[in-house]
């Protein structure tokens, strides 16, 4: 049992390690740049703040992929299932729609290929990663048909702002991340 704790720190601590050396390796071969920061109209830019906005959507599918692998899953459909839901999102949007309801409709959309994916796991016997595999290769097609095929365009400041806003002088998506870290943090402790 000792063990087991010892081997928990030290997959907690090596990554950790790790990730602050090549922020000590980016900072050496940047000559500092990269830890520069500054204030533009009173938001913070910088390396660092673009990485954690533009590395939000990868963070936010990391913590549902740390939930299907923790409990010993596979889902290799999560690109097609999160362009299904932003097909959805902007067509609503893009059709004069409201935001929230947007938001609301593309994650019951997620909700909804999740779910069948969980059918074809747990009630068809399928094995996880071909039960995805079906979504994976389908999922953009669907999102093909919402869209008609075409790029839409959206002219919404509040659809915006998800992506582009700022709170506090910091990008938005940091804070969406950040709640979704603590429920997953709080689900995981009850």
Partial sequence: ??????????QVFWPIVIFLLILLVNGIVSGGAFFEMKIVEGHLYGRIIDILRNGSKLMLLAIGMTFVLATGG???????????SGAIACS?????????????????AGVVAGAWNGMLVA????????ATMILMVAGRGIAQLITNGKIITI?????????????????????????????AMLFTKK
Wanted: glycine share 8%; net charge positive.
């Fill in 155 to 183: 002219n919404s400041d509040s659809y915006y702002f998800i992506n582009g806003g700022y709170i506090l002088g910091l990008p938005f998506p940091i804070f969406i991340v950040a709640f979704v870290v603590l429920i």
């Fill in 74 to 84: 596979t889902d290799i459909s999560v690109g097609s299932v999160m362009a299904i």
């Fill in 92 to 108: 609503i949007v893009a059709n004069g729609g409201n935001v929230a309801v947007a938001v609301l409709v593309a994650i019951l």
């Fill in 1 to 10: 049992m000792n063990l087991l704790k010892k081997w928990s720190k030290a």
């Fill in 123 to 130: 009630k068809v016997k399928i094995q996880p990663i071909v």
